[in-house]
C-alpha cells in the first residue's frame, strides 16, 4: 500500500514513532530503504497520535504489527 501511495505523491517529509525503532526495528528499516533521500523525523508515540489530528487524508490498511504506522507529508510535484 505504501508504494502505491508514495507513487502518486511528492513526498517531502516521513513522521514515525519513535518506538518503532525498539519495537519494530524491521517494518523501520523497510520504510528508511523506500524514502532514503526524504526528511524524517521520529516522535514519541503520544506526540505522533496528535500530529494525526491535522492530517488530511488517513489511509487505513489493516496493518497490526507494532508502531506501523508513517506519516507522509507531500508537497507539489511541479
Not at 11 to 30: G, M
Amino acid at each position: 500500500m505504501l508504494d502505491a501511495v508514495a507513487a502518486d505523491m511528492e513526498i517531502e517529509a516521513v513522521t514515525l514513532a519513535q518506538e518503532i525503532r525498539d519495537c519494530n526495528p524491521s517494518l523501520e528499516a523497510e520504510i528508511l530503504s523506500r524514502f532514503p533521500n526524504t526528511k524524517l523525523a521520529y516522535l514519541p508515540h503520544e506526540n505522533f497520535k496528535a500530529e494525526t489530528q491535522a492530517c488530511r487524508a488517513v489511509i487505513r490498511t489493516g496493518e497490526a504489527t507494532p508502531y506501523a504506522n508513517i506519516l507522509l507529508r507531500s508537497g507539489v510535484p511541479f
